[in-house]
């Protein structure tokens, strides 16, 4: 009994399903969204392409463009004239005629003569020397010579009056604690104190400052020439006396290869 009620049950909700979905009303579409002012609507991708195949399935029945008509009447005209090239200059012959100018320059670079003056002590003498050859010369050329590197440094009280007062100055050096020294007895240094000979120029001045902290105007130098020097190289113009010129400046001359200051 029970399984038939289930069975009448289902058939009858079958049949009500049926007659439900056979006699409902037809749904309306939906409106149309509104977009809001100011905001354009969207579009989908294939009714933006829509119109675009359209008009290119129209056969095409406008008459041509003018600029078709003017580039079909330009091909069809004939070609213009190429312009005349312009006339060819003849090559001039002056080249030719100023070869021999090297021959010249060869010649007088045969015939020059080049010196060398110097050393100057400073740049002042070196310009004043050559401001007296610039009129005398065709070319100066102002050349720094580096000396040899020192090699050694010394610490010395400069020449004293004479030898006594020498003396005296050792003495006092002696009384200081200082017991490293010699009173130089002739020479160009005569009556100077010798205070030490060092390897090194930090040496020296640490042996001039102690000296200097205990009253004495001791000095370091280094021994041997080791400043660079000032040399005027100088291609003689006509007529130069090297031997006046020498004289002039008052310095030592040297013939140089006129080759190097090319």
């Known amino acids: 009994m029970l399984v038939r009620a289930l069975l009448v049950l289902l058939l009858m909700l079958n049949l009500g399903v049926t007659a439900w979905w056979g006699l409902r009303a037809p749904v309306a579409p939906p409106a149309p969204d509104t977009p809001p002012l100011g905001i354009a609507r969207l ?9 675009a195949a359209r008009a ?15 580039a079909t009447v330009s091909a069809a005209a004939p070609p213009a004239a190429a312009p005349a090239a312009p006339p060819v ?12 100018a090297p021959a010249a320059e060869a010649a007088l670079a045969k015939n020059a003569r080049c010196y060398s003056f110097g050393p100057f002590e ?11 050859l610039q009129p005398l ?18 610490v010395l009280l400069p020449p004293q009056p004479s030898r006594e007062q020498a003396q005296a100055v050792a003495q006092r050096i002696a009384a200081a604690g200082f017991n490293d020294y010699f009173v130089v007895a002739d ?21 001039a400052q102690a000296l200097n902290a205990a009253g004495f105007a001791a000095q370091a130098e280094p021994l041997g020439d080791a400043r660079a020097s000032t040399w005027l190289d100088v ?28």
Not at 43 to 51: N, V
Not at 122 to 132: E, F, I, V
């Open 137 to 154: 010369a065709q070319r100066i050329a102002v050349r720094e010579q580096r000396a040899a590197p020192a090699r050694g440094w010394r």
């Open 89 to 100: 200059a003849a090559p001039s012959a002056e080249p030719e005629a100023a070869a021999p």
């Open 56 to 70: 290119n399935a129209r056969p095409a029945t406008d008459p041509p463009s003018t600029a078709l008509r003017d």
């Open 187 to 207: 020479g160009a240094e005569a009556h100077a104190i010798a205070l030490g000979r060092y390897r090194t120029e930090d040496a020296a001045r640490k042996r």
């Open 43 to 51: 579009q989908l991708l294939s009714e933006r392409d829509a119109p």
């Open 235 to 262: 291609v003689a113009g006509e007529g130069f006396d090297p031997d006046a010129a020498q004289s002039a400046i008052a310095v030592q001359r040297r013939g140089i290869d006129c080759a190097k200051l090319r």
């Open 122 to 132: 400073n740049g002042d003498l070196a310009a004043s020397a050559r401001q007296y």
